[in-house]
């Protein structure tokens, strides 16, 4: 079975609750499952969240759409997506996070179809190493058997936040392979982290969601160029900032 696991919780340091920040009437994350709910590609969507009393919300929203959840620990996040996948026997894992309510499903399906095809050739199977795509788009792809080992083995506090930081560095245990986007658009910013992020966000979605609820990452490369200016307040902020600050942190 092929799961989407969407890791989402309300603490953040940056910006509190941002996962059910509401934009065009609906939480956040209800616009991501609604789109990710669209991908053929998979046969199950499940939501990660942590056993904090605050992320009881998290949970009733999946719950009220329909869609499994699974309540593990708040930092080892490696952790939480092994009891999740291992709860629902989950045979491979498609990893997304709740902070990026404008994942196209195509590309789900693309990035799920192309690591299918080669299940003998590569053991993961993402779109982010080099990133091409928007910040925002990141989609990875992996088995049961790969993130038991990355638990089992990963020991720095990083490796254990962010789920497959051990798969990309160990390139000599697993066989990794990047699905390219056509032009490299990996500048642009579609993901929230903070208050700049959310402006940006709430601005693509008043300009496109009304018109067509089923846009598009074509539909939002349009709207780049023709109104640069509302994607301009988080222009300067780097892709990973929060993986970057948590290997510094590994060194103390």
Do not use: W
Not at 16 to 21: C, D, N, W, Y
Not at 127 to 144: C, K, L, R, W
Not at 170 to 179: G, K, L, S, T, W
């Amino acid at each position: 079975m092929i799961a989407a696991i969407i890791q989402a919780r309300l603490g953040s340091s940056r910006l509190p609750g941002k996962v059910l920040k509401n934009i065009c009437g609906k939480p956040m994350l209800e616009h991501l499952l609604e789109r990710v709910k669209r991908a053929k590609s998979l046969d199950k969507i499940i939501v990660a969240t942590t056993e904090k009393p605050e992320d009881g919300a998290v949970a009733e929203l999946a719950k009220n759409y329909g869609v499994e959840f699974f309540r593990g620990s708040e930092k080892d996040v490696l952790d939480r997506y092994y009891q999740t996948a291992k709860k629902f026997s989950v045979t491979h894992i498609v990893r997304l996070t709740g902070d990026c309510p404008l994942m196209d499903p195509e590309i789900i399906n693309e990035v799920v179809n192309f690591y299918v095809q080669n299940l003998d050739k590569y053991d993961y199977v993402s779109n982010v190493h080099p990133p091409t795509y928007p910040d925002g788009m990141d989609v990875e792809a992996f088995s049961i058997d790969v993130l038991e080992k990355s638990r089992q083995e990963a020991e720095l506090p990083s490796e254990r936040e962010h789920v497959t930081a051990y798969i990309g560095n160990h390139p000599e245990i697993f066989r990794a392979c990047n699905v390219k986007y056509k032009t490299d658009v990996s500048g642009i910013r579609l993901t929230v982290d903070n208050r700049e992020d959310f402006a940006v966000m709430s601005s693509v979605f008043r300009e496109l969601y009304a018109k067509n609820e089923n846009f598009n990452l074509d539909d939002i490369l349009n709207l780049y160029k023709e109104n640069p200016e509302i994607f301009s307040a988080n222009s300067r902020i780097k892709r990973n900032e929060g993986y970057a600050k948590s290997v510094r942190e590994d060194e103390f």
